[in-house]
C-alpha cells in the first residue's frame, strides 16, 4: 500500500517563497519516479515537477526556472522549493508517484491528500 503524505503548504504573498515536503511511506515500483502536480478548482492537473531514480529531473513549463525539486532517499522525503509565487500558483499541490515521470497528470499512479498553497 503506497502512503504518500503532504506537508508545507499555506498562504504567501506574491514574490514569496514555500517549500512543500513529502514523506513516502512505501514504494510499488524500485525505480518509481517521484514527483509534484497541483490542481486548482475548475482547472486541470499540471504537473510541477519530478524526479527520476537517476536524479534527473524535469518541469511543467510554467515553472520557468522558480521551483526547484529534490529528494532525500535516506529519509523516503521529497520536496519542492517554491520561490517568486504568483497568484496563478494558487492550488492544490500533490506528491504523486508513477513509474514514468508526468504520468498522474493523466490519473496514473498514486497520490496523497495533497496541500493547499494559497498566494495573494
Known amino acids: 500500500h503506497v502512503q504518500l503524505v503532504e506537508s508545507g503548504g499555506g498562504s504567501v504573498q506574491a514574490g514569496g517563497s514555500l517549500t512543500l515536503s513529502c514523506t513516502v511511506y512505501?514504494?510499488?515500483?524500485?525505480?518509481?519516479?517521484l514527483g509534484w502536480f497541483r490542481q486548482a478548482p475548475g482547472k486541470e492537473r499540471e504537473g510541477v515537477a519530478a524526479?527520476?531514480?537517476?536524479?534527473?529531473?524535469s518541469y511543467g513549463e510554467f515553472v520557468k526556472g522558480r521551483f526547484t525539486i529534490s529528494q532525500d532517499k535516506a529519509k523516503s522525503a521529497l520536496y519542492l522549493q517554491m520561490n517568486s509565487l504568483q497568484p496563478e500558483d494558487t492550488a492544490m499541490y500533490y506528491c504523486a508517484t508513477d513509474r514514468h515521470c508526468m504520468r498522474w497528470v493523466i490519473g496514473s499512479g498514486y497520490w496523497g491528500q495533497g496541500t493547499q498553497v494559497t498566494v495573494s
Open positions: 524526479i527520476d531514480s537517476d536524479g534527473m529531473t
Open positions: 512505501s514504494y510499488v515500483w524500485t525505480n518509481a519516479c
